[in-house]
């Protein structure tokens, strides 16, 4: 029992140094390299009002987004979105509102940018 504490507490610092670079170094190899895809989606709307009409102009946008090329065919790019939030917008009235992006793993699949980064959002009371 203290041969192994001895064998894993001796000099632990540099072993787990070690570790978290072979990780790192497998993590590379087993993913590969990165590559842009361009990705169309609609543009959603985050936090509305109750009483309120929202037009988006134009209602679809191109994302950019660099991905792992073993998930080009994944479910996970399917979850890429694009949404404006409207929340401090309280009367009606025509408004420029940057497009946000959102990714369900940030880390694999990476937004580059999004054509066109800004958005007409037409408000009307319903």
């Known amino acids: 029992m203290k041969l192994l504490r001895e064998i894993f507490l001796k000099d632990w610092k540099y072993k787990l140094m070690a570790l978290a670079i072979s990780f790192s170094l497998w993590s590379v190899v087993n993913f590969g390299s990165r590559t842009a895809i361009t990705v169309t989606r ?28 073993r998930l080009l065919l994944s479910k996970m790019i399917e979850r890429v979105r694009a949404y404006v939030d409207v929340k401090d917008i309280s009367k009606p009235g025509v408004y420029r509102v940057k497009v946000q992006l959102e990714t369900p793993l940030p880390v694999l699949i990476h937004p580059a940018g999004v054509e066109p980064p800004v958005v007409k959002v037409v408000v009307n009371r319903s």
């Open 42 to 69: 609609y543009v959603e709307l985050e936090n509305t009002r109750e009483g309120m009409v929202y037009r988006v102009k134009p209602e679809r946008v191109d994302i950019t987004v660099y991905v792992v090329e």
